[in-house]
């Protein structure tokens, strides 16, 4: 009978130690839990966060954006329509090219070249770090007629470091850096992958910064064949339309393609009556601090 209740005892508190382990583990899970609520917290997910932030993967072009998942920045268009644009007025046929992620020596003379071929002003959002680097091709763009607007200084993703120095730093050093290069103080900001949310949408409007996002996504980036990037633009093209582009790439991305759709995109819009202008012109907004 001792024998018995010995063994009974000898499993119940095998058991009750079980259960004591399981408590311990659920508490000491709970600390990283509260960090990465408080991580969330910080990046001000004030609403819906799906409504403000899309999915978020970071690196390249290629890898910061998914084209199953375009990036929906009509949310806060609506919240800051005095400072926030994705595209112009809708009663004239005018249309602005953008592009985005240089200056790069590989790609932006050929892009100035076709430009300067068909007589058409864009608007080139540049990084500063590629500025510095090339401050020529800037001025080029410059004195061809192109409207220059900050695009960071080295491309990070804003929301996923969730942290409004981040966005101040990297938009002052660029913007310090063109002012020596192009003479004036951009007000033009364009985020990298199109990335905000509430606070550095009003950091940039402390700033004095317009933020310029687009309406059609040519999505070169994905280096589709000319025919498909003229298709994308083509296909989707409205009055007003703010036409996303690049003339710049990560190492080992080739613009080439986006350079050869030019040659259709522009002459089968002028074709259709578009005119094509920089985004002030469109927006009729200063772009000058």
């Known amino acids: 009978m001792k024998e018995r209740i010995f063994k009974w005892l000898l499993v119940t508190g095998f058991l009750f130690c079980l259960h004591i382990t399981d408590i311990m583990t659920v508490y000491a899970n709970e600390g990283p839990l509260a960090d990465v609520s408080r991580q969330w917290l910080k990046a001000d997910l004030r609403d819906d966060p799906e409504e403000d932030l899309p999915d978020l993967k970071g690196g390249s072009e290629n890898s910061g954006r998914d084209p199953l998942q375009p990036v929906d920045l009509r949310i806060l268009q609506q919240r800051y329509p005095e400072i926030f644009f994705l595209q112009g007025p809708t009663d004239q046929k005018r249309v602005?090219?953008?592009?985005?992620d240089g200056p790069d020596p590989r790609f932006s003379n050929d892009v100035l070249d076709v430009l300067k071929q068909y007589n058409v002003p864009?608007?080139?959002?540049?990084?500063?770090?590629?500025?510095?680097?090339?401050?020529?091709?800037?001025?080029?763009?410059?004195?061809?007629?192109?409207?220059?607007?900050?695009?960071?200084?080295?491309?990070?993703?804003l929301v996923?470091?969730?942290?409004?120095?981040?966005?101040?730093?990297?938009?002052?050093?660029?913007?310090?850096?063109?002012?020596?290069i192009i003479g004036y103080r951009t007000k033009l900001f364009r985020?990298?992958?199109?990335?905000?949310?509430?606070?550095?949408?009003?950091?940039?409007?402390?700033?004095?910064?317009?933020?310029?996002?687009w309406s059609v996504d040519s999505l070169d980036w994905q280096e589709d064949p000319p025919e498909v990037i003229?298709?994308?633009?083509?296909d989707n093209i409205h009055p007003g339309a703010i036409i996303l582009m690049h003339d710049g790439?990560?190492?080992?991305?080739?613009?080439?393609?986006?350079?050869?759709?030019?040659?259709?995109?522009?002459?089968?819009?002028?074709e259709q009556g578009y005119e094509f202008v920089t985004v002030p012109e469109l927006l009729n907004i200063p772009f000058k601090k």
């Open 96 to 100: 602005a090219l953008t592009f985005d």
């Open 122 to 157: 864009a608007t080139f959002f540049v990084l500063g770090s590629k500025a510095v680097a090339n401050p020529e091709i800037v001025k080029r763009m410059q004195n061809e007629g192109h409207v220059i607007g900050n695009h960071t200084y080295s491309h990070p993703n």
């Open 160 to 180: 996923k470091e969730s942290d409004l120095g981040t966005l101040e730093r990297e938009v002052t050093r660029t913007e310090d850096a063109l002012k020596d």
């Open 191 to 213: 985020p990298p992958y199109g990335f905000l949310y509430n606070e550095l949408v009003e950091k940039l409007r402390e700033i004095n910064y317009y933020v310029i996002a």
């Open 230 to 234: 003229a298709s994308n633009v083509v």
């Open 249 to 270: 790439a990560e190492s080992g991305g080739d613009r080439t393609n986006t350079i050869e759709s030019l040659h259709q995109i522009i002459p089968k819009l002028q």
